[in-house]
C-alpha cells in the first residue's frame, strides 16, 4: 500500500470514529486530523471538507450493505430462505456497526440536508433491490404462501426489530457483565427476530 494511500485510509478511520462519537453536527476536523496522528492541513488536502470525509465514510457503508443484500437476487433460493438470509445479514451488519443505527438516528434522520445526501447515495443501489423483493413478495403473495403484506412494511419491520436490539445494547451491556453471555443472547435474538418476521409472513 502506498503512503497516500495508508494516510487516506488512516484518515477515513478516524473520521469514522469521530462521527460515530461525536455526531455529525459536533464532529470536527481538527478533532479527526489528531486522531488521525496527521496535521490539519494535511487532512484538508486528502478531503477538503467534513462533509466530503462524511460522504465517503457512508458511501462505503451503503456499498458493504449492497453487496450483502445482492444475495437476495439469487432466484433458486427458497422464498423463505432469501428472508432469513436479509434478517440476519443485516443483524449482522449492525452487530459489526453497534453505534451506526443511534447515529443514523439522531444525525441523518433529524437533519434535512444529510437525509438528503443518504438518499442520494442509497436510492441508485436499493433501488433495484428493492424491486426485485417487491417482485417476490407479489408472487408468493399470489401463490397463496405468504399473507397480504405490503414490501415495505416487511423491510421497515426487518430493520426495526433488529435495530432496536442494538439501540438498547448500552442497556443490555450494562446488566450482561460477561461479553460471551451478552455474544450468545444476541445470537439468540438473531434468531428469535428470524422467526418474528417469518411467522409474521405466514398465513
Known sequence: MSKDLNTEQIILEAAEAEFLEQGYGNAKTVAIAKRAGVSHSMLHYYFRTKENLFQMIFQKKIQFMSHIFMEMQMPDIPFFEIIRRIVELQFDFVSQNPKLPRFVANEIISNEKNRELLYEVLHPKFAPIYDNLDR???????????????????????????????LALPVLSQTIAESKLLADMLNKRKESNVQFILNSLRK
Open 136 to 166: 417476490m413478495v407479489a408472487d408468493e403473495i399470489a401463490k397463496g404462501t405468504i399473507r397480504m403484506i405490503q414490501t415495505r412494511d416487511l423491510v421497515l419491520n426487518i430493520i426495526a426489530l433488529n435495530v432496536f436490539t442494538f
